[in-house]
């Protein structure tokens, strides 16, 4: 019998309502396993659990991941944030690099960003120390080297500097043994901050907004990775595709989200961050959701997306 999904499809392209909810039956009955079904999660594959990570005998050197996605609002900012107290909280040392403009990662996170040494610091001037610039934060082993709107004025004046992609991973090298795992907060382009990201790092997570014009520039972010693997860092790896604002109540959110599974398959992460009102209430209140609100399902969401990193060996 051909697959409903795959075979029948309206003149828009969009699947029939029915057509999925025949297929996810006839899936719902593939799962059964002697009298028991397997619970399925929300990327309809069968739930796993993700082990408590064991500790960790030393420190460094840091796995240098970067969160990037052009379209903005598609929780970049919220995922460095939660993921990054997250692993600390797992005993990891973590730092934050505020890599936008717009600061809010260093917002988010409650730390000055006026009269400080910042990113945009590092980025022209050689002479600057990074543990200058590094400050912590309300979370034990999570540290963050903040931004501000100085850091617009980096493209420019990085565009006559001899290897000019290469400049944030000079800087980082200096201090990666002291952490575990960096994370780069990237703005919403693919501009010369974003590829210096890239260049820098060891792996990308893409967090994705379960909407349809979210999923539209991830084609064109995996052709900027590949270009930059190709031209400037061979050992660039796609840690993963982590969902967000995931809403299982629409049909909107649960078909985008299917089609990302269908298209990356194993790059997508089990983990799904749902929408919820706590995250802009953290944020106001300058502290991560894991302690602004540690039983809600969010926070719980975070811990868990940091134990599947672990284990699929993208942190240590």
Same mark, same amino acid.
């Given at each position: 019998?051909?697959?409903?999904? +795959?075979?029948?499809? =309206? /003149?828009?392209?969009?699947?029939?309502?029915?057509?999925?909810?025949?297929?996810?039956?006839?899936?719902?009955?593939?799962?059964?396993?002697?009298?028991?079904?397997?619970?399925?999660?929300?990327?309809?594959?069968?739930?796993?659990?993700?082990?408590?990570? !064991?500790?960790?005998?030393?420190?460094?050197?840091?796995?240098?991941?970067?969160?990037?996605?052009?379209?903005?609002?598609?929780?970049?900012?919220? =995922?460095?944030?939660?993921?990054?107290?997250?692993? +600390?909280?797992?005993?990891?040392?973590?730092?934050?690099? $505020?890599?936008?403009?717009?600061?809010?990662?260093?917002?988010?996170?409650? /730390?000055?960003?006026?009269?400080?040494?910042?990113?945009?610091? %590092?980025?022209?001037?050689?002479?600057?120390?990074?543990?200058?610039?590094?400050?912590?934060?309300?979370?034990?082993?999570?540290?963050?080297?903040?931004?501000?709107?100085?850091?617009? +004025?980096?493209?420019?004046?990085?565009?006559?500097?001899?290897?000019?992609?290469?400049? %944030?991973?000079?800087?980082?090298?200096?201090?990666?043994?002291?952490?575990?795992?960096?994370?780069?907060?990237?703005?919403?382009?693919?501009?010369?901050?974003?590829?210096?990201?890239?260049?820098?790092?060891?792996?990308?997570?893409?967090? %994705?907004?379960?909407?349809?014009?979210?999923?539209?520039?991830?084609?064109?972010?995996?052709?900027?990775?590949?270009?930059?693997?190709?031209?400037?860092?061979?050992?660039?790896?796609?840690?993963?595709?982590?969902?967000?604002?995931?809403?299982?109540?629409?049909?909107?959110?649960?078909?985008?989200?299917?089609?990302?599974? $269908?298209?990356?398959?194993?790059?997508?992460?089990?983990?799904?961050?749902?929408?919820?009102?706590?995250?802009?209430?953290?944020?106001?209140?300058?502290?991560?959701?894991?302690?602004? !609100?540690?039983?809600?399902?969010?926070?719980?969401?975070?811990?868990?997306?940091?134990?599947?990193?672990?284990?699929?060996?993208?942190?240590?």
């Amino acid at each position: 019998m051909p697959d409903p999904i +795959a075979t029948v499809e =309206t /003149v828009t392209g969009v699947r029939r309502i029915e057509d999925i909810s025949v297929a996810r039956k006839q899936d719902d009955r593939t799962r059964l396993s002697g009298l028991d079904e397997v619970p399925v999660g929300a990327t309809g594959r069968p739930k796993r659990d993700f082990d408590e990570p !064991a500790v960790l005998p030393s420190h460094g050197p840091a796995r240098i991941i970067s969160l990037c996605n052009q379209k903005g609002g598609v929780g970049k900012t919220t =995922t460095t944030i939660n993921l990054g107290a997250a692993l +600390a909280g797992y005993g990891r040392r973590v730092l934050a690099i $505020d890599f936008d403009p717009q600061g809010a990662l260093s917002a988010g996170l409650g /730390v000055p960003t006026h009269d400080v040494t910042t990113i945009y610091d %590092l980025l022209l001037s050689g002479s600057v120390s990074p543990h200058d610039a590094i400050q912590k934060t309300s979370v034990h082993n999570l540290d963050i080297i903040p931004a501000n709107i100085d850091l617009s +004025a980096a493209e420019v004046h990085l565009v006559n500097e001899v290897a000019r992609e290469q400049i %944030l991973a000079r800087v980082l090298r200096k201090i990666s043994g002291d952490y575990d795992v960096i994370l780069i907060d990237c703005q919403p382009s693919l501009g010369i901050l974003t590829v210096n990201a890239l260049t820098a790092s060891h792996g990308v997570l893409i967090p %994705l907004e379960c909407e349809f014009f979210a999923l539209r520039g991830v084609a064109l972010l995996i052709e900027t990775i590949d270009k930059v693997r190709d031209r400037l860092n061979p050992a660039i790896e796609l840690d993963g595709i982590l969902a967000t604002m995931f809403d299982s109540r629409t049909l909107h959110s649960r078909e985008v989200l299917e089609r990302v599974v $269908d298209a990356f398959g194993d790059s997508v992460l089990e983990t799904v961050i749902g929408r919820t009102v706590k995250f802009p209430d953290a944020s106001v209140a300058g502290v991560p959701i894991t302690e602004f !609100a540690p039983e809600h399902a969010a926070a719980k969401a975070y811990k868990q997306a940091a134990r599947e990193l672990i284990q699929r060996g993208a942190v240590a």
